[in-house]
Nanobody, 119 residues
Framework: QVQLVESGGGLVQAGGSLRISCVAS????????MGWYRQAPGKQRELVAD???????NYADSVKGRFTISRDNAKNTVYLQMNSLKPEDTAVYYC?????????????WGQGTQVTVSS
């Protein structure tokens, strides 16, 4: 079984920065895609950014140029560096890993970490 644990959320002022992390435990087969999603109150969950085990990266238009996703395959960890934060970035941020092969292939989600940006 794969488990994801996020950390690093919190309260930050507009214009500030925050880095959130997610560690995946269990057997992590490649290829896989790790990513960050967010859900604000009353809104649907949306993709923020994702990165494949081959380092292909995809960003939502709303965060391009402000957020940077990266991963450390040796540590099964994905990071999201968030700069120039805006109040509209306030949401619960969820980590996801999609494992495409292996006996534990599937779609796994973390519990989420709250990011609040004050104006």
């Amino acid at each position: 079984q794969v488990q994801l644990v996020e950390s690093g959320g919190g309260l930050v002022q507009a214009g500030g920065s925050l880095r959130i992390s997610c560690v995946a435990s269990g057997h992590i087969f490649s290829p896989n895609t790790m990513g960050w999603y967010r859900q604000a109150p009353g809104k649907q969950r949306e993709l923020v950014a994702d990165i494949t085990s081959g380092d292909w990266i995809n960003y939502a238009d709303s965060v391009k140029g402000r957020f940077t996703i990266s991963r450390d395959n040796a540590k099964n960890t994905v990071y999201l560096q968030m700069n120039s934060l805006k109040p509209e970035d306030t949401a619960v941020y969820y980590c996801r890993i999609l494992i495409r092969t292996g006996w534990n292939s599937g779609d796994y989600w973390g519990q989420g970490t709250q990011v609040t940006v004050s104006s």
